[in-house]
Nanobody, 122 residues
Framework: QVQLVESGGGLVQAGGSLRLSCAASGRTFSSYHMGWFRQAPGKEREFIATINWNGGSSVYADSVKGRFAISRDNTKNTVHLQMNSLKPEDTAVYYC???????????????WGQGTQVTVSS
C-alpha cells in the first residue's frame, strides 16, 4: 500500500511558477513509477508527466513539455512537479499517482493522491 499526499498548489498569475510535491508513505516508494495528472472542471483527466522508478527516464505531455519538470527523491519518498511559465489553461486539480507499470495512461497507476488545486489567473 502507498498513500500519497500532494501539496504546493495555489493561485498564481500567468507566467508564474509553482512547485508541487507529493509525499508517499511506505517503504517501497522506490519500486513505483510516479506520475502527475490533472483534471479541469468539465474535462477528462489528463496525463501531465511521469518518471520511472529510479528517476532515469521521464515523459511529458506535449502541452507542458519545456515548461514542467518532474523529479523524485527516493531517499525522501517524494516526487515533485516544477511548473514554470504557467498559463490559465493549466488551471486544474493536480494528482500524483504511483504504479508498478509505467505509462502515460491512468490505468497504469494503482494509487492516487487527493489532489491539489492550481489556479492560474490571466
Amino acid at each position: 500500500q502507498v498513500q500519497l499526499v500532494e501539496s504546493g498548489g495555489g493561485l498564481v498569475q500567468a507566467g508564474g511558477s509553482l512547485r508541487l510535491s507529493c509525499a508517499a508513505s511506505g517503504r517501497t516508494f522506490s519500486s513505483y513509477h510516479m506520475g502527475w495528472f490533472r483534471q479541469a472542471p468539465g474535462k477528462e483527466r489528463e496525463f501531465i508527466a511521469t518518471i520511472n522508478w529510479n528517476g532515469g527516464s521521464s515523459v511529458y505531455a506535449d502541452s507542458v513539455k519545456g515548461r514542467f519538470a518532474i523529479s523524485r527523491d527516493n531517499t525522501k519518498n517524494t516526487v515533485h512537479l516544477q511548473m514554470n511559465s504557467l498559463k490559465p489553461e493549466d488551471t486544474a486539480v493536480y494528482y500524483c499517482a504511483a504504479g508498478e507499470s509505467w505509462g502515460t495512461r491512468g490505468e497504469f497507476y494503482d494509487y492516487w493522491g487527493q489532489g491539489t488545486q492550481v489556479t492560474v489567473s490571466s
